[in-house]
Antibody, heavy 118, light 107 residues
Framework: EVQLVQSGAEVKKPGESVKISCKTSGDNFSNSWIAWVRQMPGKGLEWMGI????????RYNPSFQGQFTISADKSLTTAYLQWTTLHDSDIAMFYCARRDSRGWLVHWGRGTLVTVSS | EIVLTQSPDTVSVSPGERATLSCRASQSVSGYLAWYQQKPGQAPRLLIY???NRATGTPARFSGSGSGTDFTLTINNLEPDDFAVYYC?????????FGQGTKVEVK
């Protein structure tokens, strides 16, 4: 069974950095794309970007370009989403999701809530 | 970027009735469209992929149709568990996008 386990909620101050994780199990980590999806409070789903851990091919939504970095560690079968400088506007729930062989997001993590407050 | 516009924003339906949700794309996405269900406090769940195929575990009362720019999700005989927010998503373009969501609420 494929599982995606996300790291716990984070509470940060503006200007701080954070790295959240998505640990996968149950399938070949290197051969599946992992996507990150943002959901701001009370809002819809937004595609942030996607990574193929096999060769670290990473594609970002241009609307988010430069705000964060997506990475993966094959040895740990874990994908990451990190910010070097958080802003008040970064408050959201962030989901990782694994794309299946048909290209759809079948398996999802439970989400990581990032709160930014001074 | 392909923009997906869902309508209506909210639909009020009584249990046992039918709900019809629409998703319109700003350009053709062929059949590369999926529907997800999200309940409060939960991650989205894939319901329909490739416009009309039910994902594993999706009840038969859910059906999807359409191609090109116009797609429909129909939920027949609504059950209490079906009241949720539904999102469409396209992957025709390398930059996948979601619609803004339609909330199905109890009438």
């Amino acid at each position: 069974e494929v599982q995606l386990v996300q790291s716990g909620a984070e509470v940060k101050k503006p200007g701080e950095s954070v790295k959240i994780s998505c640990k996968t199990s149950g399938d070949n980590f290197s051969n599946s794309w992992i996507a990150w999806v943002r959901q701001m409070p009370g809002k819809g789903l937004e595609w942030m970007g996607i990574i193929y851990p096999g060769d670290d091919d990473t594609r970002y939504n241009p609307s988010f370009q430069g705000q964060f970095t997506i990475s993966a560690d094959k040895s740990l079968t874990t994908a990451y989403l990190q910010w070097t400088t958080l802003h008040d506007s970064d408050i959201a729930m962030f989901y990782c999701a694994r794309r299946d062989s048909r290209g759809w997001l079948v398996h999802w993590g439970r989400g990581t809530l990032v709160t930014v407050s001074s | 970027e392909i923009v997906l516009t869902q309508s209506p924003d909210t639909v009020s339906v009584s249990p046992g009735e039918r709900a019809t949700l629409s998703c319109r794309a700003s350009q053709s996405v062929s059949g590369y469209l999926a529907w997800y269900q999200q309940k409060p406090g939960q991650a989205p769940r894939l319901l329909i992929y490739d416009a009309s195929n039910r994902a594993t575990g999706t009840p038969a009362r859910f059906s999807g149709s359409g191609s090109g720019t116009d797609f429909t999700l129909t939920i027949n005989n609504l059950e209490p568990d079906d009241f949720a927010v539904y999102y469409c998503q396209q992957r025709y373009h390398w930059l996948a996008t979601f619609g803004q969501g339609t909330k199905v609420e109890v009438k």
